[in-house]
């Protein structure tokens, strides 16, 4: 059984943006989507014994180190996107779990769906923008939590 999902939609750097967060009995599902899809599915999970920190607002929680990312479905378009996809996905899971309305450490499957960058990236394969749109993606997230 699921409550109702939550939905979040804005413009970021001019692409139509949206967040929506459905909770089931054993998982959360999180998906975002500049292209009207579900995209790439990733499974985060963390073992019950690993301790988390409750978020410090307002900066964002780091992932645990524990984390386990296990693609499900679909793949991103390239290398370094798989690679911000795991990063958003380790992070919309990190948000969830320290949500103060904790919804316990259910598994939580992040559906990323994003258009594809044309900027070459910088030392640490990011650019401005993927850090921008990943900025305003995270703060969707935790406005679709605080309506869960």
């Not at 450490?105 to 910088?122: D, E, F, H, M, T």
């Amino acid at each position: 059984m699921s409550l109702s999902p939550h939905r979040c939609a804005r413009a970021i750097d001019g692409d139509h943006t949206e967040v929506v967060v459905q909770f089931y009995a054993d998982r959360v599902l999180v998906l975002v989507t500049q292209l009207n899809k579900i995209g790439s599915l990733i499974q985060a999970t963390l073992p019950d014994s690993y301790p988390l920190a409750p978020a410090p607002a307002p900066a964002l929680p780091s992932p645990p180190a524990a984390i386990l990312l296990t693609p499900l479905l679909g793949c991103a378009p390239s290398t370094h996107e798989a690679s911000l996809y795991d990063i958003y996905a380790a992070q919309i899971a990190t948000l969830v779990w320290t949500c103060k309305d904790t919804h316990g450490r259910r598994a939580v499957i992040a559906g990323i769906a994003l258009k594809r960058q044309r900027i070459s990236p910088g030392e640490d394969g990011l650019t401005e923008q993927d850090r921008g749109v990943f900025a305003q993606v995270m703060d969707m997230v935790r406005v679709c939590m605080q309506g869960a």
